[in-house]
């Protein structure tokens, strides 16, 4: 069916890692020494300020930002010992991205932005498309597959994301502020389908977000201060949001 994601070695110790990291822009320090390690299968919150560095963070584990200094590495394997084509490889295969805004082609259907990754991946066309239709069910949308992305609402279209990104079956999926177009309700609903699904499959999730909400549903929360990681908690800032959101699902 899919192009298998890539091996990987054991389901022990380290998948995701960032070890010292730092990373500037011109004369503004984004990343000042971050680490932070995710197991296979956790689901980590990265919460922190407004421009305390947690989607520079998020970038550099995803290797679209190369460190100015220390490394991020997949599986123990650091990134930037990696040639360009690999990396285009891992992305391709081990790792999903759901974002804000802007991963949809809108002018492409439903099933078209789900099945492209997978023709990507030389996935058959018919395969392709059976496999984009049982996401988009998963995902509770499969009558949405026929139509433009850009014609469906701000939930819809984040919830053909979350199928896109599942439908590789990634070993990662990182996530940057996944519901904050959303009102709560509909981000609540996303979030839960995002780390339910990804649960069932094994799916390391790591999410950039402000809201305690969403951070609920992460196994740990790391939160980012002035470019590092200042703490790395079990339990989410807000208790009673927790427990809210919990609830509402
Ligand atoms: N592409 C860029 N060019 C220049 N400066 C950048 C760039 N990306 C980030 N920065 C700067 O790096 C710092 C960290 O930004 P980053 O986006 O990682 O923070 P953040 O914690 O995700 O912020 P927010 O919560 O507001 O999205 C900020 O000072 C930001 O202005």
Known sequence: MNIPAVSVSTGRGSLVEARGIQKSFGQTPAL???SLTVPQGEIVAIMGPSGS???TLLHC????YTPDQGEALFDGRPLNAMSEAERTRLR???FGFVFQFGQLVPEL???DNVALPLLLNRTKRKVAYKTADTWLDKLGIGDKGGRRTGELSGGEAQRVAVARALALAPNVIFADEPTGSLDSLTGEKVMDLLTGLAREQGTT???VTHDARVAAYADRVA???DGIVSSIDLSVPDASAAAAA???V
């Open 109 to 111: 259907t439903a099933a």
């Open 223 to 225: 939160l980012v201060r």
């Open 61 to 64: 584990l995803a290797g679209i």
């Open 92 to 94: 391709r295969t081990a």
């Open 32 to 34: 000042r020494g971050a």
């Open 53 to 55: 560095g947690k989607s």
């Open 205 to 207: 999730v790591i999410v």
């Open 246 to 248: 919990k609830g509402a």
